[in-house]
């Protein structure tokens, strides 16, 4: 079983930067495969970016590749993901996901996910 709680969202202005954090309690964090998603209101949630156990490997939806960087910290527990040159298009309730190791091959998928944070939103101002 694993916990998984977000933060750092807010509102930001278009060009502008956040780093949202996904705090992992309950298990061994450094065993899952994390995952971020989001959700725009009317809009079926979609992926945004994944990252392997180790960290060693990542992928991101093209729409923020170049623009996000996801991460995580095994020792403290946590993952991020580090968002630059906002768009408005970019609102959304961002969420973070794990799941085992086996996840990370069907990365794009939400299903393959077992454990999911509550979702903070991410508010871009034009």
């Known amino acids: 079983q694993l916990q998984l709680v977000e933060s750092g969202g807010g509102l930001v202005q278009a060009g502008g930067s956040l780093r949202l954090s996904c705090a992992a309690s309950g298990r061994t964090f450094s065993s899952y495969a994390m995952g971020w998603f989001r959700q725009a209101p009317g809009k079926e949630r979609e992926f945004v970016a994944a990252?392997?156990?180790?960290?060693?490997?990542?992928d991101y939806d093209d729409s923020v590749k170049g623009r996000f960087t996801i991460s995580r910290d095994n020792a403290k527990n946590t993952g991020y993901l580090q968002m630059s040159s906002l768009k408005p298009e970019d609102t959304a309730v961002y969420y973070c996901?794990?799941?085992?190791?086996?996840?990370?091959?069907?990365?794009?998928?939400?299903?393959?996910?077992?454990?999911w944070g509550q979702g903070t939103q991410v508010t871009v101002s034009s």
């Open positions: 990252i392997n156990w180790g960290g060693s490997s990542t």
């Open positions: 996901a794990a799941g085992p190791p086996s996840t990370y091959y069907s990365r794009k998928n939400p299903a393959g996910y077992r454990y």
